[in-house]
């Protein structure tokens, strides 16, 4: 007998075929970086915590703003940044996202709503709530959702910009992507609050811990967090609980976890969960899960091709977008 589902048949296939483009672009550019070296400098792999990016594009509009850390691949491409631009980003060319210049850390799409990727830890939070603070200036109904990881959490800029962000009721999302390692240190070796949500406290935010390996529970926490800054209500913390199968980046040993930790996080793999709802549910059948995963295969071959044959920056580039013009006209209309 079929189960009746809390969302649309067309919301589970939407993030399935979201976090399977995420997933194997991921695994793609891991082989191009360490197999065959197309790929180089620092690389931060999202596979583990898809469902976060799923959940979060159906409980925002298109016109929201994200910003986030150097584990940005995930969201960018949730956002819409194409695999194309990505892949091209991570190989260097003229062609990426960020003209080639900015590289695995430092995704960047104005026209998808997508600023960044940055590479210094907690920095993003502070300009996340300036985005905000630019949107309440205008008078848009726009929401940010401004991404960090848990050691992030323990930067003093969080403190300072909780300050303001609850002071001024910013329209923003405070979301901490716990994966429980900040590099190879477990949160409950850098601090004495291992529930990170209760930071909140200390300024009156509204706060939640959410399962982030489940789409469905990133849904429902972020939409009602969206609805609070909508209606003017001011920022709220998620603590949203995932995990990275990968090491902190390409290079990681991992030697602080056990192989055992890890299978028993992927024994909940997120793609997985959706996969089974949809089979339980008989919301596709065995042919349009095979045209899903192979529209997806053939959109990373694509990147791969997209991103070999993209010319590198030509010289002249090299001091442009670096230095703002002093003439710029900084009045807004």
Same mark, same amino acid.
């Given at each position: 007998m079929?189960?009746v589902?809390?969302?649309?048949?067309?919301t589970?296939?939407?993030?399935y075929?979201?976090m399977?483009l995420?997933?194997?672009?991921?695994?793609m550019a891991?082989?191009?970086y360490?197999m065959?070296?197309?790929i180089r400098?620092f690389?931060?792999?999202y596979v583990g915590q898809?469902?976060?990016?799923?959940?979060?594009m159906t409980?925002?509009?298109?016109n929201?703003?994200?910003?986030t850390?150097y584990r940005d691949?995930g969201l960018?491409?949730a956002?819409?940044v194409?695999?194309?631009?990505?892949?091209?980003e991570?190989?260097?060319?003229?062609?990426?996202c960020?003209?080639?210049?900015?590289?695995?850390?430092h995704?960047?799409s104005k026209?998808?709503?997508?600023y960044?990727?940055?590479?210094?830890?907690g920095?993003q939070?502070g300009?996340g709530?300036g985005?905000?603070?630019a949107e309440k200036y205008?008078?848009?109904d726009r929401?940010?959702?401004t991404?960090?990881?848990d050691?992030?959490a323990?930067?003093g800029?969080l403190h300072?910009?909780?300050?303001?962000a609850?002071?001024?009721?910013?329209?923003?999302?405070f979301i901490?992507?716990n994966?429980?390692?900040a590099?190879?240190?477990?949160?409950e070796r850098?601090?004495n609050?291992t529930d990170?949500?209760?930071?909140?406290?200390?300024?009156?935010?509204?706060?939640?811990?959410?399962?982030?390996m489940s789409? !469905?529970a +990133?849904?429902?926490?972020v939409a009602?967090? *969206? /609805?609070?800054a909508? &209606?003017?209500d001011g $920022?709220t913390?998620? @603590?949203i609980k995932?995990?990275?199968?990968?090491?902190?980046?390409?290079?990681?040993?991992?030697k602080?976890?056990?192989k055992d930790e890890?299978?028993?996080?992927?024994?909940?793999?997120?793609?997985?969960?959706?996969?089974?709802?949809?089979?339980?549910?008989?919301?596709?059948?065995d042919d349009?899960i095979?045209e899903?995963n !192979?529209r +997806?295969?053939?959109?990373?071959?694509e990147? *791969? /091709?997209?991103?070999? &044959?993209s010319?590198w $920056?030509?010289?002249s @580039?090299v001091l442009?977008?670096?230095y703002v013009?002093p003439?710029y006209p900084?009045?807004?209309?």
């Amino acid at each position: 007998m079929t189960l009746v589902t809390k969302f649309s048949k067309e919301t589970y296939l939407y993030w399935y075929e979201l976090m399977q483009l995420i997933r194997q672009f991921e695994l793609m550019a891991e082989e191009k970086y360490k197999m065959e070296g197309k790929i180089r400098g620092f690389f931060h792999a999202y596979v583990g915590q898809e469902a976060i990016a799923a959940g979060c594009m159906t409980a925002t509009r298109p016109n929201d703003l994200f910003i986030t850390a150097y584990r940005d691949h995930g969201l960018a491409i949730a956002k819409g940044v194409s695999v194309n631009s990505c892949m091209a980003e991570l190989y260097g060319k003229a062609t990426g996202c960020a003209k080639g210049k900015g590289g695995s850390m430092h995704f960047f799409s104005k026209e998808c709503n997508f600023y960044g990727g940055h590479g210094i830890v907690g920095a993003q939070i502070g300009t996340g709530a300036g985005l905000a603070f630019a949107e309440k200036y205008r008078g848009s109904d726009r929401v940010t959702l401004t991404y960090f990881g848990d050691g992030a959490a323990r930067q003093g800029m969080l403190h300072e910009t909780f300050n303001l962000a609850m002071l001024w009721k910013l329209p923003v999302i405070f979301i901490c992507e716990n994966n429980h390692y900040a590099m190879g240190t477990s949160v409950e070796r850098t601090s004495n609050i291992t529930d990170i949500y209760k930071l909140a406290d200390a300024y009156e935010m509204p706060a939640d811990v959410i399962d982030g390996m489940s789409a !469905e529970a +990133v849904h429902d926490g972020v939409a009602r967090a *969206v /609805r609070r800054a909508r &209606e003017g209500d001011g $920022p709220t913390l998620l @603590e949203i609980k995932t995990y990275r199968y990968k090491g902190h980046s390409i290079s990681d040993p991992q030697k602080y976890r056990s192989k055992d930790e890890v299978d028993d996080y992927k024994s909940k793999d997120p793609i997985q969960q959706i996969m089974q709802t949809i089979q339980t549910n008989q919301l596709a059948t065995d042919d349009q899960i095979r045209e899903i995963n !192979e529209r +997806v295969d053939k959109m990373v071959a694509e990147s *791969v /091709r997209f991103a070999e &044959e993209s010319p590198w $920056p030509d010289d002249s @580039e090299v001091l442009k977008d670096i230095y703002v013009d002093p003439h710029y006209p900084f009045i807004v209309d």
